[in-house]
């Protein structure tokens, strides 16, 4: 589909039986209720009837050779040119941690804060601050997007373009790559917000007592003291751990790394919202959705590069649709705005 005119009714209730299924959605009851009340609400309304697990089918297009579509430009209401410029990549594998932490270090290493192309571009006024580069990877399909707002646009992606292509001939800075990866490092550390807590659970929860407790504590004690963690510590934990689940009973081979979607939903819950107008922000959604002019308009530049790339493969559309029927429900203020 490439015109929201193309869209039937019967393809959005498909849309809303494939993801927003019993089995892929949590109740939440907040109130003056207990747990008995809101039980019994669920057993009169069928919510404890059996089902079969829903699944759904994603059927998305290979695309080899040339892109179909190169560019994409288009004019909206904003103080400054928003643009944006992908390169298109082999899709992540799933498990693939190496070469998804390596695609979440390229924009850092590119046009990060660190080297010198952004305190070039910077210097100049050529964009504004939040400038800066991403990955974006679902199924099927692997980008990595540079975006930012920019009088100069067709001058920033020249200078972009051959930084890229010395960085092919010279490779990476070495100093700047440890100083992208120590960034990253402590951006993984500064998650574990309860530091003792995790320890804990982890020592419990998986190890228990004896070698694999002296294992956790190897590792916990090199991470407070601040010594670098070797390779071998890493396989021993690794070890450890598949132990442990093998005793209580895991199947390796069906567990599944929470990888991406861990990813997703952790940027979801600590993601900053921006204030749109509500109408303005569902007419773009309604006749530009299907490539990110909603996005464009949120200022969030990079998923609606995404958009844009990759509408002819028919997933932008289908997120364009759960966009808008996240938006209807939600009150405006006096203002008419939402945060988003």
């Known amino acids: ?8 009714p019967q393809m959005l209730y498909s849309c809303t ?3 927003y299924a019993p089995s892929n959605m949590v109740l939440s009851v907040a109130g ?21 697990p829903h699944e759904v089918e994603w059927d998305i297009p290979a695309q080899t050779g040339p892109l179909p579509h190169k560019e994409a430009f288009f004019t909206m209401p904003v103080t400054k040119p928003c643009f944006g410029v992908a390169y298109r990549e082999e899709p992540l594998a799933e498990g693939d941690l190496k070469r998804e932490l390596l695609l979440d270090m390229l924009g850092d290493l590119v ?5 010198k192309l952004y305190r070039r571009l910077y210097d100049e006024a050529l964009v504004n601050p939040e400038f800066s580069g991403d990955f974006i990877a679902v199924r ?3 980008t990595v997007a540079f975006t930012g707002e920019s009088d100069t646009p067709r001058q920033v992606v020249d200078l ?19 100083l992208v990866k120590n960034q990253m490092y402590g951006e993984l550390l500064g998650d574990v917000e309860h530091y003792d807590e995790e320890k804990d659970d982890w020592s419990t929860g998986y190890y228990g007592t004896g070698s694999r407790q002296q294992v956790t504590d190897d590792v916990f004690h090199k991470l407070e003291t601040g010594e670098e963690l070797t390779r071998d510590d890493f396989i021993k934990a690794e070890l450890a751990l598949q132990d442990a689940k093998l005793e209580a009973g895991i199947d390796l081979e069906k567990e599944k790394s929470p990888g991406l979607i861990g990813k997703y939903h952790d ?3 600590n993601r900053v919202r921006h204030k749109v107008n509500k109408k303005k922000y569902l007419l773009l959604c309604l006749f530009l959705g299907w490539c990110g002019g909603h996005r464009y308009y949120e ?42």
């Open 299 to 340: 200022k969030r530049y990079a998923l609606a590069a995404f958009y844009t790339l990759f509408f002819w493969s028919m997933v932008p559309f289908f997120l364009c649709v759960t966009d808008l029927l996240i938006a209807l429900p939600m009150q405006a203020d006096e203002n008419g705005d939402i945060l988003i």
């Open 32 to 52: 003056k209720i207990t747990l008995a009340q809101a039980v019994d609400a669920c057993k009169r309304n069928g919510l404890y009837r059996a089902r079969a």
């Open 111 to 115: 046009v990060g804060g660190l080297t």
């Open 267 to 269: 940027w979801k819950k």
């Open 140 to 142: 099927g399909a692997c």
């Open 160 to 178: 972009l373009q051959e930084e890229i292509e010395r960085m092919r001939r010279e490779g990476v800075d070495p100093e700047v790559f440890m």
């Open 1 to 8: 589909m490439e015109s929201i005119a193309e869209l039937t």
């Open 17 to 19: 039986r494939g993801f």
